[in-house]
């Protein structure tokens, strides 16, 4: 079974910046692609950003340029750096593991952003 804890969620200032971690448990993070969700309130669910194993990246047209996933295998943890926040940011933002060996999808319990204009 893989957790994934979510942190680094809050309030900022339109322009301003955070960044998000999500940290896992189990073996061979590695191998496993990685990824950030947002769902605001009303709308659904959307790919923010993702991370396969080769560290391979794409991520939303409304985040590009803004928004920088990466990943630290040895602390089993992603990261998505937001910069230049702006107000249809504002959303919970899930960290998602989908394991390599079966296809797998894992969640987290959410983190929640809000931006300020």
């Known amino acids: 079974q893989v957790q994934l804890v979510e942190s680094g969620g809050g309030l900022v200032q339109a322009g301003g910046s955070l960044r998000l971690s999500c940290a896992a448990s189990g073996s061979m993070f590695w191998l496993n692609t990685m990824g950030w969700y947002r769902q605001a309130p009303g709308k659904e669910r959307e790919l923010v950003a993702r991370?396969?194993?080769?560290?391979?990246?794409n991520y939303a047209d409304a985040v590009k340029g803004r928004f920088t996933i990466s990943r630290d295998n040895a602390k089993n943890t992603v990261y998505l750096q937001m910069n230049s926040l702006k107000s249809e940011d504002a959303a919970v933002y899930y960290c998602n593991l989908v394991r390599r060996t079966d296809g797998t999808s894992y969640w987290g319990q959410g983190t929640q952003v809000a931006v300020s204009s």
């Open positions: 991370i396969t194993s080769a560290d391979l990246r």
